[in-house]
């Protein structure tokens, strides 16, 4: 082996030392491409660098998981932002966001943590789709549980629009 433990064998002739001779982000910079060229018979190929995903696994309340499916933030999102002035760029760049947030706390998390950062995103796009999915995500049976809900996004410091 040569004197590093992960360098990138030629498929050529197997030899180890090989050098980058250019590096481009490609996939929208999801990834790096790399031309590299053997040291030891000059043959060049192209190597791929990603970043491995660890797969985001949704605890129940019940306990069961189940993988996280942005799909079914966007859904629920779409239906609280039915009528309202949200497009549909909004939704997606807030489905992202989110997931985007749930994959930094690591490969499991709870469906209650993941609307929670829903109703953090959704309240600074619009207020009433955040009272509409506060509604379902909270399962408001009052008209009590709106006028809790209202109290505190005031005091998070959004101006309801209602």
Not at 14 to 35: C, F, I, M, P
Not at 41 to 63: A, D, I, N, Q, W
């Amino acid at each position: 082996m040569g004197q590093y433990p992960d360098a990138v064998h030629c498929p050529s002739c197997q030899a180890d030392d090989t050098k980058v001779v250019d590096s481009r982000l490609t996939e929208e910079g999801a990834a790096v491409r790399r031309r590299r060229q053997c040291l030891t018979c000059s043959y060049r190929f192209t190597t791929f660098e990603r970043v491995e995903e660890v797969p985001l696994v949704v605890v129940k309340s019940g306990g069961r998981t189940q993988p996280f499916d942005r799909d079914k933030i966007v859904y629920g999102v779409r239906a609280a932002c039915k009528g309202r002035s949200v497009t549909e760029d909004q939704i997606e760049q807030l489905a992202i966001a989110v997931e985007d947030e749930l994959r930094l706390s690591g490969g499991e998390v709870s469906s209650s943590r993941i609307g929670l950062a829903v109703l953090d995103h959704l309240r600074l796009i619009d207020e009433v789709a955040y009272l509409r999915f506060a509604s379902v995500y909270k399962n408001f049976d009052a008209a009590s549980d709106f006028q809790s809900e209202l109290e505190l996004l005031s005091k998070l410091g959004a101006q309801p629009s209602v």
